[in-house]
């Protein structure tokens, strides 16, 4: 195998230090959250103790200032172990950026310390009933009020973190008429009358991630809860286009480490398991089928390395972010499939960690932006379709 060369010594302490973080507070119940659907909220508290949440936020508010590769590690770690469940990668890596790259200093001040130690818990509303990969069609509004706050109204769905969230970056029309130029970002706290988080939705994987319908009824949100202020009144679309790269990235890093996790359980398994008094490893199907998924896994590997390399370069565009997404997922699923298929039976068993992954894949396809709209991307950025 290619030897990596992304990560250095402290990365790999990190990883370890990681990894015995995951056995004592995550591996334990991972089980029992998957079957009350979500977390237990101390394990969010337990991360920020240990340092472990929004550490690429610099040390003024409550981070590391380390770099991204760090969270790259996590996420890698958690996929590695299959602990869909926690959210930290979302948190950290998505709504702590939006506040530190377009907040104001006092936004930045009250919000990333309190993300930071774990003492709110940070989602994004981006998809609704009628609108997911479209941004463009989102119907929640904030319309501006004489006082110079906002009337903020409509419904949120599938959104990861939602049950625990204290924090909500919603997005919203503050001008209907303007179409996509007219979206802003609005703080929205928990306890905020109009506020509520309905209720968890039961999925076909990710069953102890805390995926929430979320609504807001007349919610007044006050002036200095505009993401940015008023100089970033109506452009949160902006905002959004900038960030969707590294999320989509995320996502990749993910289907990666979960793949190589479900090839290793396969390996294992077939050399154990035997059929007609030969183990399963034994039979060239077994052998070339392994062979085939751990080349491909490899060669995404080395690909998703190098965006994540210019990532820490702040260099990765956005058709190539969309690549790695679409085909690291699509790989992904594959590799499960196949693993499934190799597992025999029990492959179709709740207990076996390969049948969760399995059921877990299966929304990487989906969101971050479906891999159609990926598909989209690519090919606009190659001078092709729609201007």
């Known amino acids: 195998m290619i030897e990596r060369s992304l990560f250095s010594s402290d990365h790999e302490a990190f990883r370890d230090?990681?990894?015995?973080?995951?056995?004592k507070e995550i591996a334990p119940f991972h089980e029992q959250w998957e079957e009350q659907g979500y977390v237990d909220r101390k394990v969010w508290n337990k991360a920020?103790?240990?340092?472990?949440?929004?550490?690429?936020?610099?040390?003024?508010?409550g981070g590391a200032g380390a770099d991204k590769l760090y969270s790259v590690v996590q996420m890698e770690e958690l996929g590695r172990g299959g602990f869909t469940g926690i959210g930290y990668s979302l948190h950290s890596e998505i709504v702590a950026p939006y506040i530190l790259h377009y907040g104001t200093e006092a936004q930045k001040k009250k919000y990333l310390?309190?993300?930071?130690?774990?003492?709110?818990?940070?989602?994004?509303?981006?998809?609704?009933?009628?609108?997911?990969?479209d941004l463009q069609g989102v119907k929640t509004t904030a319309l501006k009020q004489p006082d110079g706050g906002y009337l903020l109204n409509g419904s949120k769905t599938f959104i990861t973190n939602g049950w625990h969230a204290d924090l909500v970056i919603v997005?919203?029309?503050?001008?209907?008429?303007?179409?996509a130029k007219g979206t802003s970002l609005m703080l929205v706290e928990r306890g905020m009358p109009g506020f509520e988080t309905g209720k968890r939705l039961k999925k076909l994987g990710m069953k102890a991630q805390d995926t929430s319908e979320l609504f807001f009824t007349d919610v007044k949100v006050p002036a200095e809860n505009l993401l940015g202020g008023q100089a970033h009144e109506n452009r949160g679309f902006i905002c959004l286009m900038e960030q969707l790269p590294w999320e989509r990235m995320q996502i990749a890093i993910t289907a990666v480490a979960s793949a190589q996790a479900a090839i290793d359980w396969t390996l294992?398994?077939?050399?154990?398991?035997?059929?007609?008094?030969?183990?399963v490893a034994?039979?060239?199907?077994?052998?070339?089928?392994?062979a085939e998924l751990q080349t491909e896994v490899q060669v995404a590997r080395v690909f998703v390395d190098k965006c994540a390399e210019l990532v820490a370069q702040d260099k990765l565009d956005t058709a190539t972010a969309s690549m790695a997404k679409y085909w690291c997922t699509e790989l992904q699923c594959k590799v499960m499939d196949e693993c499934v298929q190799l597992f025999g039976g029990y492959g179709y068993m709740w207990e076996y960690p390969i049948t969760r992954a399995y059921a877990d894949a299966r929304v990487q396809r989906i969101y971050g932006g479906t891999n159609e709209i990926m598909k989209e991307v690519i090919s606009r950025a190659m001078g092709l379709g729609a201007k």
């Not at 920020?48 to 508010?61: I, R, S």
């Not at 310390?113 to 990969?133: D, H, K, Q």
């Not at 997005?171 to 179409?179: I, L, N, R």
């Open 17 to 23: 230090a990681f990894r015995r973080f995951m056995d």
């Open 48 to 61: 920020g103790e240990n340092g472990f949440l929004c550490m690429t936020m610099p040390e003024e508010y």
């Open 113 to 133: 310390p309190r993300l930071a130690s774990g003492e709110m818990v940070g989602a994004i509303a981006m998809s609704e009933p009628a609108a997911g990969s």
């Open 171 to 179: 997005v919203a029309k503050t001008d209907p008429a303007a179409g």
């Open 268 to 279: 294992a398994y077939v050399k154990e398991r035997k059929v007609f008094g030969q183990p």
């Open 282 to 290: 034994s039979y060239q199907n077994t052998r070339y089928t392994l």
